[in-house]
């Protein structure tokens, strides 16, 4: 390899590929594959919740009387509602708790186990890496979440199919009244326009201080704000920082599905041009956008922890 | 074109000045050892390199800004740091494709041949690895990206005598083609002072010493001197002068060896002692004391 010939035949082909690159698909592609590998609980959890929800059905179904879906088919509505709603909120719940707890750890921990180092010897700007692990919590987990939850619901009604299969039911009648599509779709609606668009400054502010912050990321999350509050009541009396960010957290429902809604529930009646004309939605993504390129100034400046 | 080039680099942590000034120039196909004292400002230097911090002065990396043009330097750029900064979470298929998907100079190839002389695994973990095959992994994966500049910052650090010499023998037979430049900082001087081709001294962020090996053994000399002809030596103003064996060693910095012989033996100092000489007069007696 180091004979001259060797040497002189190598020349001319490295520097006419030094300007070679991987297109930014890529770049982004990889990115997000590595962080699947980092944390395989962000595919598994929902899963292993769902299942351990189907198990529970299953048994209730067999065993308890009360749920068994041929005595609970006589009444008029989808005899299945009650499980499909316990399915979508323990399904759901896991994807905040995760979206939560990735966000917390993105940025941070590979500063706290150097790979940082690793990661920036290689070709990859800061901001693909910050847009790449910001498309999990805000694109990935929600759309994963709607996904697991249709499957478990259609679990559901399997279980209940073979369960009046054997306890001497109508199929057809289990099936009429509860393959009902309208749901995952408020679902589907619910997710796009609450986890992801609503919800957007939340998830970008845990990113931001995962990328800030030196020690606990937890801690810089909540305590800011809770100090502003603070602050706040103390100098002015006045709690608009808490009532805005309770609106930011709460009164997502009321900004998405129109007046009457409960709180963090999904709503019956979707108001999207309500919901796109609302200027707190553009405000927010504002403020998500400015945390995202903080997040990723921040990731060039900082050394390992 | 040099390969780094740096005129004024400073470096600043609050009050603390990690690095003061520093002007150096890096010719391509070159093997630099950059040694100083712990807290000298090494890896300050080799991270201004390398586009991980912010530094004012001026700085070009193959003809590029290294802050404002990482990403774009990193296609051309290879950096080891010490052993612990591969993901211990990932496996080594997924580290080999990973690279390979968004480097555009890795071959995969040459990392799958590296690999089948190690005992690596490939669905093994980073973290079921030992320090050494971790090292070996690195450097699998870098000697497969055909870069032009290779950056060492305490490589081997922590590896055993085996791993250490393997380390620098695949490096300079399986790597080094006289076109590419290696950085390289270390402790353990005695392992690179054979494949080194250049040396700097960098001391309290200042490059105290900077030449080819050729020109060391031009200009300095180590010579055993006996107690009679001691006071002869010391009107020559030795660099350093210490005592083993009942003689008095000293190093001399542009002295006629024809000159020097007349004292003793004159031979060529290896780094370690011209290291103690040119830094250790200065901090090394202040290091001893506060031990």
Known sequence: ?305 | MACIEARGLRKTYGKKVALDGVNLRVEEGRIVGLIGPNGAGKSTALYTMLGLTPYEGELRVLGRNPWTERNLLMRDVCFMADVAVLPRWIRVSQLIDYVAGIHPRFERAKAEAFLAKTTIQRDSKVSELSKGMVTQLHLAIVMAIDARLLVLDEPTLGLDILYRKQFYDSLLNDYFDRTRTIVVTTHQVEEVENILTDLMFIDRGRIVLDASMEQIETRYAEVAVRPEQAAAARALKPVSERTALGRSIFVFDGIDRAKLAALGEVRTPNIADLFVAIIGGQNGMAQGATR
């Not at chain 1, 759901?92 to 707890?101: C, E, I, K, R």
């Not at chain 1, 790449?132 to 009604?157: C, S």
């Not at chain 1, 599905?257 to 108001?271: C, I, R, V």
């Open chain 1, 1 to 305: 390899m180091s004979t001259p010939d060797a040497i002189a035949a190598h020349m001319p082909e490295s520097h006419a590929y030094s300007d070679a690159k991987k297109p930014a698909s890529r770049l982004i592609y990889w990115s997000i594959v590595r962080e699947f590998w980092e944390s395989p609980s962000i595919y598994a959890a929902p899963l292993a919740v769902a299942a351990v929800a189907l198990l529970g059905y299953l048994v209730a179904a067999i065993f308890l009387p009360g749920h068994q879906p041929t005595r609970v088919m006589t009444r008029h509505h989808n005899p299945l509602s009650e499980v499909y709603e316990i399915v979508t909120v323990v399904v759901m719940m896991t994807v905040v708790f995760l979206q939560v707890l990735y966000s917390l750890d993105a940025l941070y921990g590979e500063r706290r186990e150097r790979s940082i180092l690793f990661w920036k010897s290689l070709p990859v700007s800061d901001g693909t890496t910050v847009l790449a692990k910001a498309f999990i919590p805000m694109i990935f987990l929600p759309l994963y979440g709607l996904l697991v939850t249709i499957v478990a619901q259609f679990g559901v009604l399997l279980i209940a199919t073979v369960v009046v299969l054997f306890t001497g039911g109508s199929v057809a009648m289990l099936w009429g009244q509860s393959l009902m599509l309208t749901p995952d779709l408020l679902l589907g609606y619910h997710l796009l326009t609450v986890h992801t668009l609503w919800y957007a400054p939340i998830y970008c502010w845990i990113l931001f201080v995962s990328a800030w912050s030196k020690r606990s990321p937890f801690v810089w999350v909540v305590f800011p704000p809770l100090a502003i509050y603070g602050v706040e009541r103390l100098l002015f009396g006045t709690t608009l920082f808490a009532d805005m960010l309770q609106s930011r957290f709460m009164g997502s429902s009321h900004a998405t599905a129109g007046e009457g809604m409960t709180n963090m529930g999904m709503g019956t009646h979707p108001t999207p041009v309500a919901f796109l004309a609302n200027p707190s939605l553009w405000l927010g993504l504002l403020v998500a956008a400015a945390l995202l390129y903080g997040a990723a100034r921040l990731r060039r400046y900082h050394e390992p922890i």
